[in-house]
């Protein structure tokens, strides 16, 4: 019997983690996986995006308000089907499958850290340590991941395996021509992915009598504080916002430069999407983005919040004769280091 791999994880809103969900279960379902999803929030369009065959689908529920009903919920799944390895994404769901998943049959439990989080709280670092012992392997998508849970958690080097996020194959795409210099941003707004640094930033592209536009995609995580913000600067007419996307090859052929000026940040795959739709990337040098990115030679780097190295960056970017030549280089670069199968041959050894 083929082995049955849980992917528990908390909400169903699209963001970096739940798109590589997707795309990992489907490469374990063409191996031959069964593929099991649950989750604690059913809000979100994710289940809408898979396109391949999921064994089950299961809604445990809040275990806060409903400890028994989920608990219940969650039996019933790992003994109904089987479950051989349970996947944790998110710190909610860490905190509840480590205690039940054993207890319950699953014969594995690998964690996943996908990003350097050093916005947590004491009581979570507690809670990590305190259940860790019921963890048999965590995977990072980077190396600056696994250090941060090493420093923080003290989880065991040797127990973290580095799997990055993988590049998928996409059909080249026709840049739509426009006389304005189009900046596109991919990610759901939190302060901490740098939406406010657009801010300043505009003004110093105003300042330089640039023609510009933000092109921003992602879901508004700020409450319409990034909205009001931008509406108090008098900059509504420098932002295109187009909401959740669902089609990257649409965004990206709207786009002439992609940026990403986050403060925090595992190995984001909008960049590795970026690159294989032949956009020039600058970005901040945070968590595992220099692991994708060489300043200079496929790319532009900069310290979060450096608003001058920006603008360069950004002026670098738009220089077709720069252009081609990052481009060039990241595609071949990223071609080599980041293939699906080099990164799917480590999941199935590590779910194996």
């Known amino acids: 019997m083929n082995k049955q791999i849980l992917f528990f994880y908390t909400t169903n809103h699209i963001g970096g983690t739940e798109t590589n969900i997707i795309k990992i279960a489907r490469e374990l379902v063409h191996r031959g996986y069964g593929v099991h999803f649950a989750f604690l929030d059913e809000n979100g369009p994710l289940l809408e995006q898979i396109d391949h065959d999921i064994s089950s689908i299961t809604h445990i529920g809040n275990y806060y308000k409903h400890p028994f009903h989920a608990r219940k919920k969650y039996k019933q799944l790992i003994l109904q089907h089987n479950i051989d390895v349970v996947l944790n994404f998110g710190l909610k769901v860490e905190c509840f499958s480590r205690v039940f998943s054993k207890k319950y049959g699953a014969k594995k439990v690998i964690s996943n850290i996908r990003s350097t989080d050093n916005h947590r709280k004491w009581y979570h670092t507690f809670l990590d340590k305190l259940t860790?012992?019921?963890?048999?392997?965590?995977?990072?998508?980077?190396?600056?991941?696994?250090?941060?849970?090493?420093?923080?958690?003290?989880?065991?080097?040797?127990?973290?395996?580095?799997?990055?996020?993988?590049?998928?194959?996409?059909?080249?795409?026709?840049?739509?021509?426009?006389?304005?210099?189009?900046?596109?941003?991919?990610?759901?707004?939190?302060?901490?992915?740098?939406?406010?640094?657009?801010?300043?930033?505009?003004?110093?592209?105003?300042?330089?009598?640039?023609?510009?536009?933000?092109?921003v995609g992602g879901v508004d995580k700020t409450n319409g504080e990034f909205f009001e913000k931008i509406k108090k600067e008098s900059l509504d007419s420098f932002l295109d916002f187009k909401g959740y996307v669902s089609n990257k090859a649409v965004f990206f052929s709207e786009i002439d430069v992609f940026f990403l000026p986050s403060y925090l940040e595992g190995l984001p795959t909008v960049l590795l999407e970026a690159v294989m739709y032949e956009t020039p990337i600058v970005a901040s040098n945070v968590g595992g983005i220099p692991e994708i990115i060489t300043n200079g030679e496929t790319g532009w780097l900069y310290n979060p919040g450096d608003i001058e190295g920006y603008v360069e960056g950004i002026e670098k970017a738009s220089n077709e004769k720069l252009k081609e030549q990052i481009i060039k280089n990241v595609k071949e670069d990223i071609t080599l280091r980041f293939s699906k199968e080099a990164c799917m041959k480590n999941w199935v050894h590590v779910v194996s």
């Open 132 to 215: 860790q012992k019921n963890v048999d392997l965590w995977t990072s998508n980077s190396e600056a991941g696994k250090l941060a849970h090493h420093r923080r958690e003290k989880a065991p080097l040797d127990k973290i395996v580095v799997i990055p996020n993988f590049i998928d194959d996409v059909s080249k795409i026709a840049k739509q021509p426009s006389a304005t210099l189009r900046i596109g941003t991919l990610a759901n707004i939190f302060p901490n992915k740098g939406y406010f640094d657009l801010i300043p930033l505009a003004k110093q592209l105003i300042k330089k009598d640039l023609k510009f536009k933000f092109v």
